[in-house]
């Protein structure tokens, strides 16, 4: 079995994370955001994972030939030379998707983080006998969004509606897909978008199903979804697979930590914080809400809360990070030093305090 992940823009949401690398290697729960989608793919029997990419290919494949024989999966790239939207990668990918076997393929969203629940979603397919399925979730504010519409029972999508002024419903596409090969059939190769042209066309012929994503769900290509993905993931893990989160006097609530990761005495941490491979957090510090990366030191009694801190940044004694700070890599706090909110890139070293969300360059 096969499947496509739309890796696809510069992260420019992301950004300073993605000046250092692409958005699917910026690491998400202390391992790269696309790595949890390929672990999911190859542990319900996917052998082979095109990565539709726009931009940077050498450096993904770098980094993911490791994995290519740690996890024994084969990870291509499908790399597109002008703007092809959320369809028109499938037709670039074509001749990589198609096999003799016939079987469907999945495509996912590269900025989706969930359960994951494919196994599940090829069983619904088989049983609906329709050619394309796909994962919705439901949000409590669906007039963002564009809104599926679809048969309780059945789950035969009936048509969808574009961020809808009137509540029609709450269930959104999720970014899951399972897909007959037929279905490329329907795509030209030119910009083109899945939701908006190919899917309708399907759903007006009683083809497309729609199965409730169970579980949480969340479009991590933001920081304010990034933080709030970050907490749902670490409640789910605390339900599934709980020894892999910290324990300890010095821990409140779900805490990721790296085996490689030291903590000094006297400190607080969590809730829903994750802290990546040799960080060195200093005795007295407070930690909440946020992501520390890689290589990262936190001197002593500094205090850090809804914040993402980039890979070998330092933050000084007493500084008080907080408000959606994001500290791209490389990045210096001096001591004492407040940000609130401030977006820094990297390379740099902050010597005055931030006192109203800005970016600095």
Not at 190 to 203: C, N
Not at 277 to 302: D, F, N, Q, Y
Not at 313 to 325: D, K, L, P, Y
Request: with cysteine; charged share 20%; proline share 6%.
């Amino acid at each position: 079995m096969k499947a496509l992940i739309l890796v696809g823009g510069f992260g420019t949401r992301l950004r300073p994370l993605t000046l250092s690398v692409p958005k699917p290697l910026v690491d998400f729960a202390n391992k790269p955001m696309i790595l949890h989608q390929i672990e999911a793919l190859k542990a319900i029997g996917v052998s082979e994972v095109v990565l539709a990419i726009n931009y940077q290919p050498e450096i993904m494949l770098n980094f993911l030939k490791d994995f290519e024989s740690k996890l024994g999966i084969k990870i291509t790239c499908s790399q597109e030379t002008e703007p092809l939207g959320t369809a028109g990668p499938l037709a670039l990918a074509r001749d990589k998707l198609l096999d003799d076997s016939g079987e469907p393929f999945f495509v996912l969203n590269g900025d989706v983080i969930s359960n994951y629940p494919l196994k599940e979603m090829i069983e619904f397919h088989e049983a609906h006998g329709g050619e394309a399925s796909i994962m919705v979730t439901e949000v409590d504010e669906p007039s963002k969004y564009g809104v599926v519409i679809m048969e309780e029972s059945t789950g035969r999508v009936e048509k969808f509606v574009e961020k809808p002024k009137l509540f029609v419903g709450n269930k959104i596409n999720a970014g899951i897909y399972l897909l007959n090969p037929s279905v490329l059939d329907r795509i030209q190769l030119r910009l083109t978008s899945i939701e908006k042209e190919v899917f309708p066309k399907i759903a007006a012929e009683n083809q497309l199903y729609a199965m409730v994503l169970p579980g949480f769900w969340m479009d991590i290509g933001q920081p304010r979804d990034y933080i709030t993905g970050l907490k749902l993931y670490l409640d789910s893990t605390r339900k599934k697979s709980s020894e892999k989160l910290a324990t300890g006097p010095h821990i409140v609530g779900n805490v990721l930590v790296h085996d490689t990761a030291k903590i000094g005495e006297g400190c607080l941490i969590g809730p829903d914080v994750a802290i990546g491979p040799g960080c060195v957090v200093e005795s007295g510090v407070r930690l909440s809400c946020c992501t520390v990366m890689r290589g990262v030191r936190i001197k002593k009694h500094a205090c850090i809360s809804s914040s993402i801190i980039g890979w070998h940044s330092t933050v000084g004694q007493w500084a008080r990070v907080e408000n959606m700070t994001i500290l791209g890599e490389d990045v210096h706090v001096g001591d004492e030093i407040y940000s609130n909110g401030g977006v820094v890139l990297p390379h740099k070293e902050i010597k005055s305090s931030i006192w109203k969300p800005e970016s600095v360059m």
